[in-house]
């Protein structure tokens, strides 16, 4: 059954258009590491894509060493979603992802829209500039190059990466 915070979610950007059941032994490692209310989601609604991939829950491999409880947060980020908050606009302020939908075709769970060449190396904020790229080695490849933020979360993304 869904809470009110995910109805909220469901209500706004719609079903979702793929889904994969989650592995008991994936919410088996989660706990302690991962936000119980994002274990409950996995495990209700599978690891999915929303809005044709503009939101998606995935697995993270979670790597965290003690769990924070951040239930609280979970259920904001889905209670709060509107489905512009998730579509990055272009350098005219213009929303990307519609578009690059269109021009580039739906993702795949292991893929994200990423731009080539990368911002943080000078590219351009622009639709002809985006590519469909596996979502491991881009992101990788940009981790190289600069240290990632994490949109609407004021997490310590460095506290992350070190496991804190």
């Known amino acids: 059954m869904r809470d009110e915070d995910f109805e909220v979610f469901i209500d706004e950007v719609g079903e979702a258009d793929a889904s994969v059941s989650v592995p008991a032994d994936a919410i088996e490692a989660g706990k302690g590491k ?52 998730g579509d990055l606009k272009d350098e005219g302020k213009r929303p990307l992802f519609q578009r690059a939908l269109r021009e580039l075709g739906p993702l ?27 979502l491991e080695p881009h992101l990788r490849i940009l981790r190289q190059l600069s240290l990632p933020r994490i949109p609407f979360s004021g997490a310590d993304v460095e506290g992350l990466l070190q496991g804190r």
């Not at 979670?62 to 769990?67: C, I, L, R, Y």
């Not at 259920?75 to 709060?80: H, K, M, P």
């Not at 769970?109 to 596996?134: M, T």
């Open 34 to 85: 991962l936000p119980d209310q994002l274990l409950a989601y996995w495990q209700a609604e599978g690891w999915s894509s929303y809005a044709k991939g503009l939101f998606w829950t995935v697995n993270p491999e979670p790597k965290a060493k003690e769990a924070d409880d951040r239930d609280f947060e979970v259920r904001t980020f889905f209670s709060a979603r509107d489905a512009a908050d």
């Open 108 to 134: 795949a769970s292991d893929e994200i829209y990423g731009f080539e060449p990368p911002l943080v190396a000078g590219g351009r904020l622009v639709l002809e500039n985006l590519r469909k790229v596996k």
